[in-house]
C-alpha cells in the first residue's frame, strides 16, 4: 500500500523539486478564496432577505407616521405648501421651470454636467384645485422653509388629501360662529357630528334602503321564473299580478325612503370649511366629507403616535377610500382569511386520505412510486395553470352547470358562473393539496412500526390503530402541510386573477343576510389588491405607502404561518427522530 | 359451562364482525377515496388536454336542407339568419324562396331590366351583378332588415333601385367586376378587348335638399390581351386580372385613375378562377390543372408593392371554376369543373374539409354571411350544407412557425391575438412566447445558479452547524415570499433604481466579490489569538458588511466611472453605440427578482444533495491530505452533481411558470429579441393578461389552454426527472 501511494505522488512532486510545500500553499490560497466567495454567495442571500423584509418594513410601518408641512417660499417670489417623501441628487441641474415643479423628473434628466443639485419629492395634494398630487422640487430654488402651526391636512373620504390653511367656517352660506372663538375646536365639534351623521346614513342605507332592494330583487327574479314557466296557468298569473302590486308598494316605499336619505345626505354638505393655499387661493371643503382633520405641526411626539396607532386601526379594520388609495384593507384582509378557510375544509380530508392511502393501505411498489413522484411535481406546476383549470372546470363547467339548473331566472348574468369565492377556494385547493399529501405522509411515516405493531397486537383492526393511533401520532405533519397549504394560499395571485377576484368588493362573502355565506360572491385578496393597487392605479405615488403597508402585513402573515409550520416539522423529527424503523 | 362459553363466543364473534366489516369499509374507503381523489389532481392534465383537442378537429360539413327551384335561377342570396333565399332570374325578376318552410314569397322586380337578356349574373354578398346582352351592366344591391317583434324575429329582404353601368361598348364585356357596399354599388371595373374601364360611381347627397346626386366617372388603361377574370377590391385600390395564358396582371386606381399594369406569370395551366379572401387582400387564384394559391401585394412602401405567391394549396383533381371566401376569417370553399368541394384556410394552410357537391353540376356556390353553411346550387336544386368550423386558423405550422401575414414583407412568428380592425386577423404564433419564457428564465438562472450553488455548497460543507440552524429557516422564508411582493418591488422600486444606477449595477458585480475576497483575506492575516476570541460562523456577518461596503463603493464610484467610459450617461451611450433602447421594465430586472425568488430553491434541493454525500468520502479525502477545496471540488461536487442539476432543473421550472413578477416587472411585449434591456412575454405572463377577455370556447381561449398545457407538461417532465436523479442518488449513497 505505502508503495502505491508514493508512485502516485512521485511523479506529481518531482518538477517543482520540493515545491510541493508551496504549490500547495497556492493551491491553498486559491481554495481559501473560493470559500470566501461561497460564503459571500450565503451572505448575499441572507442579506438580501434581510434587506427585502427591511425594506417592506421600514417603508410600510413608516407610512402611518404624520410627516410635518412645509411651507416652501421661492426665490421667484411664489409658495407652495405640502409634505417631503423623498430627497435625491441629480447630476446635473437643468432647465426646470422657475417654479422648480415637473411631472415627471426622470425624462428631464439630462446627466451630462458635473455639478449637480438636490431635488425634493414633495405631496402638494389638492388634486381637485388642478394641482398635482405629487411633483419635484430643486433645493435650489427654495428661498426659505417653515413650519407653519396653523396648516391643515384634511383626509376626505371622496378626493384625495388638501392641505391648506383653514380660514373660517360657513353655514348655508353664512359664516358660523366659532366656539369661543377657536376655529379648531369648531371645526372638531362639527366634525363629530358629520362623523355621526354619516354612520347614521350608512346604518340607514344598509340596513333600511338594502333590505328592499333585496327583497325587489327576489320577486324580480320570481317573477321572471313564473313568466318563463307557465305564461297561461291561471295559479301563475294570479301570483304574478300579487307580485307586481307588492313591488309595486314597495317602489313607493323605497321612494320615500330614497328622499329621506337625500335629506339626511344633504346635512352633509350644510358646513364648510374654507381654506387657503399656498398659492392663496380659497377652497370651500365640506366638513362633511372630512374623514380626518389634521395639524401636523402642531403636534407632539405623543400626538403624532396617537395618530400614528389610530391610522394603523384604521388600515386594518376599516374599508379603503377614494379608488383604494386610501383608507384601509379590511375586506382584503377579510376575503383571504374567508377563502383560505373554506380551502382548508377542502383541502384537509382529501389530502389526508390521499396520503392514507398511499402510506397506509396502498401495495408499495413500482405504480405507487410513480403516483408519488407526480402528485410531487404537482407541486411544481405553474399556478397560472391551476388557475386555468379552476376557469375551465370550475367556473366555466361546473358553475354553468349550476346556473342553468337553479339560477336560470337570473341568466344571461351569472352567479355561479363567473369567478367567485367557492371556486378560487377549490382551486386553491387544487394547488395545495400536494402540499398536504407530501406532509401527511412524511406525518405517516414518522409513525414508528413498534407503535403500530403494539396497536395490533392488542387485537386492534388495521382502521382502528389507523384511526386512534397513527393519525393522532401523525397530527403533526398533517397540520404542518395545512398550515404550509394555508401560507401558500395567502400569497397565491395568479390563479385568483382569473377566477374570482375583485379590485373593490361591495359586498362581503359572509354577512348577516341568509343564508350568511355566499360561496358565488367575489370577494378581495391582499395579494390580488397590492398588485391592484400597484399596477392598475394612476396616482401611484399616493398609493405606494399602502401597497407597502399591505405587502408588509402579507409577509408577515405567510411567514408567521411559515414558522410555525417549520417549528412544528423539527418539533415532529426530532420527536420520532430515535424511534423510526 | 358449555352454554355460557358458546354464549362468550358468540358475542366476540358479532363484535369482531362488526368491526371487522367497519375495517373493511375503511379500507375501501381509503382506497377508493384516496384513488379517486388522485385521479382527479391528474385529471386536470386530461381536463386541459380536452379544451385544446378542438383546436385540431377538422370542419364538419353536413347536408342539410334542400330546396327546389320553381325556376332556373342565374344567382342567389342570403341573409344571416339563412331566412330567405334571393333567387335571380333573368328579366330581372328576384324570387324569395322562405327556406324554413320551402315556400315562395312575394318576388322583386328589378327596374330597367325588364325584358333585357342577360349575358351573365353574378352574386356577391351586398347584391347582384348583371351584364346585359347590349353591354351596359347594371348592379343591384339586396339588403335585409331585421326586426323582432316581441322575441319573434322578422327579416324582411329589400332590393334596391339599380345602378346601371355603361362604358360605350356595343356587346358584354370579357369580364368585369363590381364593388359593391353596405351602401351600394361603389364602382365596377370591366375587360372589352385589349381597354381595362374602370368606373367609380360616387353617390353624394346634398344636406340642404336632400338631393341625391348620382355621379359614375369613368377611367381607362390599356390590358393584356385574353384576360378571362378580373377582380377588384372593395375599397376601390386594386384591380386584378387573369389571363388565359396564365398571366395575373395588376392594375393600382389611385385618385380614381388607373396606373399601368404590374403583370405576373403565374405558371401551369390558365387561370380559371379568381377571388378575394376576408380583407380584400389577398388573393385566390384557382387554375385549369386545379392548382389553388394565394398571392397579395408585398413591398416596404405602398409604391413598390408587387403582387406575390403566398403560398400553395393541395391540388384539385379538375380545373377550380369558383371561389367562395368566408366573411369571418381567411378560410374559403374551391369548387372544381367535377363538382368537387374543398374548404380550407388560408393563414394556417389547413385543408379543413373535402367533399363533393350534393347537387350535379352546380352552376355557383354561396358561403352564408356568418360562414355556418354554404349554398351549392344547380339550375333545379340549392342545398345547403350545414359547417361547424370553429378553430380554422390553427395548425402546427401557425403556431409554431413563420406565417407570412398580409401586409408584412416576409413570413414572421408574431402574437397579436386582438386586432383593432376586423379584417386583420389575429396572429396567434407562440414562438415569440415561449422564446421570451426562456428569456426570463435564462436571466434569471444566470443569478440563481451561482448564488444558491454556491450558497449551499458553503452551508452545508463549511458552516458551523449553529448557524446552519438559522440559515435553512431563512431560506424556506425565502422561497415563501409571496411573488406578487417581489413583483411589485421589482416593478416600481428596482426598476427605476437599475435605470438610473445601471452603471453602479454592473460595478457591483466586480465590486462585490473583490471586497468579499479582501474580507476573507483580512480575517486570514488577523492573529489566530484574536479570531478565537469570536465563535463560528461570524465570518457570515462579516461577509455581509463587505457586500454592504462593496455596494456602496460601487455606487460612489459610478458617478466617475459613468462618466468616463459612457460620457455620463449609460442609456444615451447604449442607444449611441448599438441603437438597442433601454426599457425601464426590462428582462436585468425580471432576471433580478425571479432569481431571487429561484435561489431558495435550487439551493434548499443542492443543500439537501451536497449533505447526502457521505461523510466517509470527505474524510478519506481530507485524510489523504487533500485541501478543503480540493475535496469539495473534486470529491463533493462530483458526487453530488446530479442532485444539483436536479436542483437547477426544479429552479428552470418554478422560473418557467412564474407569472406575478413578470407581469408586473416587465411590459408584455411579445418580441423576439436577446437584448437584456428589453422586455419579454412568457406563457404564464400571457395567460393571466388574456384569459380573462378570451370567450369561453374561443379560439384564443383554446390556445391559451395549449400554452398552459405546454407549461404543465414541461415542468411536469423537467420535475419528475429531477426526482427521478434525486432517488436514484439518494439511494446509491444510502449504502455508503
Known sequence: MPAAIETVMKPRAAPAGGGLRHRKRTAGLWGETMIWLCGGALALNLLLVICLVGLLAVNGLSCFWQKPLILFEFKDGSWALGEIHETEFVKNADGRSADGRSADGRSADGRNGADGALRIKVRFANVDTGQQDFGWIDENTIERRTEPVDAAYIERFEWSPFIGFPKEIRRDGAAATLDGGDIYKTVDRILGEKLQLRGVIQTFEK???GSIDEELNRLRLRKKALVGKSGADAEGQTEILRIDKTVESMNREHDVLEKKLLELKKGLESDVLVLETAAGAKREVPIGGIARFVRPNDLGFGGRSILYIRRVGEFLFDNPRNLNTEGGIFPAIFGTVMMVLLMSFAVVPFGVLAALYLREYAKQGFIVRLVRIAVNNLAGVPSIVFGMFGLGF?????????DQLFFAESLPSPTFGTGGILWASLTLALLTVPVVIVASEEGLAAVPRIVREGSLALGATKFETTWRV????????????????????AGEVAPLMIVGMVKLATTMPLDGSPPFLHPERKFMHLGFHIYDMAFQNKNVDATKPLIFATSFLLIAIVTAMNLTAISLRNHLRRKYAGASV | MGISSNKDRSRRAETSARRRLSDRFAKYFVTIGGLAIIACVLGIFVFILGEVMPLFAEATVAPGRFLSFSSPPRAV???EYQTWCLALEDRGIVKCYDLAAGREAPEFKIDGLEGQVYARAAAKHGGFHVVLADGRECVAAVKFNIDFKGSVRVVTP?????A???????????????RIGPEGARGLAAVSGDKLIYLNRSVTKNEMTG????DISKTEAAAPANIRRLAVDLEGQNVYGATRDGELARWRIQNNKLEPADRVKVGGAPVSALGFLLGDQSLLVGQEDGGVSVWFLVGRNTDSKILTRIRDFKKHPLAVTRFEASTREKSFFSLDAGGGLRLAHSTSERILWEGRSPVADPSGILYTPKADGLFVYNTETLAVLDIHNPHPETSVKALFGKVWYENNIEPEYSWQSSSSSNDVEPKLSLVPIVYGTLKGTFYSLLLAIPAAVLAAMYTSQFLSWGLRRFVKPIVEIMASLPSVVIGFLAGLWLAPRVASGFVAIISMILMVPVSIVAAGFIGRILPKTFRARFPQGTEIPCFMIAIAAGAWLAMLSSGPVESALFGGNFQAWLLRTTGAEYNQNNAIVVGMAMGFAVIPIIFAVAEDAFSNVPKTLISASLALGAHRWQTVTRVVLPTASPGIFSGIMIGFGR?????????????????MDWSPFNGFRTLSANIANEIPEAPHGGTLYRILFLSGLLLFGFTFIINTAAELVRQRLRSKYSTL
Not at chain 1, 370550475?394 to 349550476?402: A, C, H, K, L, T
Not at chain 1, 404550509?484 to 394560499?489: F, S, V
Open chain 1, 207 to 209: 340596513e333600511q334602503i
Open chain 1, 394 to 402: 370550475f367556473v366555466y363547467m361546473v358553475g354553468g352547470s349550476i
Open chain 1, 470 to 489: 397513527v393519525i393522532p401520532a401523525a397530527a403533526p405533519g398533517i397540520l404542518t402541510g395545512l398550515i404550509l397549504a394555508m401560507a401558500r394560499a
Open chain 2, 77 to 79: 342570396l342570403t341573409d
Open chain 2, 158 to 162: 329589400i332590393v334596391q333601385k339599380p
Open chain 2, 164 to 178: 346601371i353601368f355603361e362604358f360605350g361598348a356595343k356587346g358584354p364585356s370579357d369580364a368585369s367586376d363590381a
Open chain 2, 211 to 214: 338631393e341625391v346626386e348620382d
Open chain 2, 655 to 671: 422560473a418557467v411558470g412564474e407569472t406575478m413578477i413578470v407581469v408586473m416587472a416587465t411590459g408584455v411585449t411579445a418580441i
